[in-house]
Nanobody
Framework: QVQLVESGGGLVQAGDSLRLSCVAS????????MGWFRQAPGKEREFVAT????????YYGDSVKGRFTVSRDNGKNTVYLNMNKLKPEDTAVYYC?????????????????WGQGTQVTVSS
């Protein structure tokens, strides 16, 4: 079992930056892949970014490519999502997720563990 706890959300203005953190505990393994997803009211859950604990292999959704960066600190069991040049359309609840496999997957149904989410609101 893996527990995930996100933090770092808040209210910012367009163009600002924000960093989200996801602390993993429990049975965390180097063969897991971590992901960030977001969900705005009335919309489907959207893939944002993914990274592996071991090799740092990353992949991004088209809407955040070039603005967001995912990274990890193995010593702290923490995955980060650095968000730059935020836009009002980035407003959503952001979720951290873990998958018991290394392959790059952007479908949220294929992730095994989820955090409770953290709200990000970007005002124009």
């Amino acid at each position: 079992q893996v527990q995930l706890v996100e933090s770092g959300g808040g209210l910012v203005q367009a163009g600002d930056s924000l960093r989200l953190s996801c602390v993993a505990s429990g049975r965390t393994y180097s063969t897991y892949r971590m992901g960030w997803f977001r969900q705005a009211p009335g919309k489907e859950r959207e893939f944002v970014a993914t990274i592996t604990w071991s090799g740092g292999s990353t992949y991004y959704g088209d809407s955040v490519k070039g603005r967001f960066t995912v990274s990890r600190d193995n010593g702290k069991n923490t995955v980060y999502l650095n968000m730059n040049k935020l836009k009002p359309e980035d407003t959503a609840v952001y979720y951290c997720a873990a998958r018991r496999a290394l392959g790059i997957v952007v479908i949220h149904e294929l992730y095994d563990y989820w955090g409770q989410g953290t709200q990000v609101t970007v005002s124009s």
